[in-house]
């Protein structure tokens, strides 16, 4: 049981171009979005996060948009960079639940 | 990687044996988590702990089994491995949970583990 999906599973974007993720999840309880950053090699770290009484968090070159009556969220990087390519996770919780749900994965490549 | 140590970096093993992975970490956070990692399926939680000789299961718990008896250790064993387990394994801690205000999760930097 897929409780958060992500899509695509794999992007390439260009230079200087911005790169969108899209995630969706079917459980009203969740309350808590985070994006998490994997390169290889490495564990992933935590990037931006976003809690439903705003519909939008920005970070710098990161912004989580977020949509609570479709149960979706997005994560955009503007003027993407080489630096930038890295898999990307998107996860959901619930307050009072210790456990994340994770999304599939995306791996984001930037080409110059 | 926020004081955690996972331990071995490497494994190759038979199907069959016992397999102790080993997370240790400095930070003293009370929260431990045991995360596989498979292309496809993304992280998906093992088992957790929420304190010394307290855990609980996550969504692929089958297979596996974990203790913690000092706050700074949590390890994994499968106690017979199979080639489905072959994964990437990644151990996480937190100070408050996965939904405190403040709460982010910090990740090892993973141990491979390939079951022949």
């Known amino acids: 049981q897929q409780q958060v999906k992500q899509s695509p599973q794999s992007l390439i974007v260009q230079k200087g171009g911005i790169s969108i993720i899209n995630c969706a999840y079917e459980?009203?309880?969740?309350?808590?979005f985070p994006w998490y950053q994997q390169f290889p090699g490495k564990g992933p770290a935590l990037l931006i996060a976003?809690?439903?009484?705003?519909s939008e968090k920005k970070e710098g070159r990161f912004t989580i948009s977020f949509n609570k009556s479709a149960k979706q969220f997005s994560l955009h990087i503007m003027d993407s960079q080489p630096g930038d390519s890295a898999t990307y996770f998107c996860?959901?919780?619930?307050?009072?639940?210790?456990?994340?749900?994770f999304g599939t994965g995306t791996r984001l490549t930037i080409i110059p | 990687d926020a004081g955690i140590t996972q331990s071995p970096r490497h494994k190759v093993t038979e199907t069959g044996t016992p397999v102790t992975l080993r997370c240790h970490q400095t930070?003293?956070?009370?929260?431990m988590y045991w995360y596989r990692q498979d292309p496809g399926h993304g992280l998906r939680l093992i088992h957790y702990?929420?304190?010394?000789?307290?855990?609980d299961k996550g969504e692929v718990s089958d297979g596996y089994s974990v203790s913690r008896s000092k706050t700074e250790d949590f390890l994994l064993t499968l106690e017979s491995a199979t080639s489905s387990q072959t994964s990437v394994y990644f151990c996480?801690?937190?100070?408050?949970?996965?939904?405190?205000?403040?709460?982010?999760?910090?990740f090892g930097s993973g141990t491979q583990l390939s079951v022949l």
């Open positions: 996480a801690i937190s100070d408050g949970g996965a939904q405190s205000t403040n709460e982010k999760l910090f």
């Open positions: 459980n009203t309880a969740f309350d808590y």
């Open positions: 976003i809690r439903p009484d705003v």
């Open positions: 996860a959901a919780g619930e307050f009072g639940n210790e456990k994340l749900t």
């Open positions: 930070e003293n956070h009370r929260y």
């Open positions: 702990s929420y304190g010394v000789k307290d855990t």
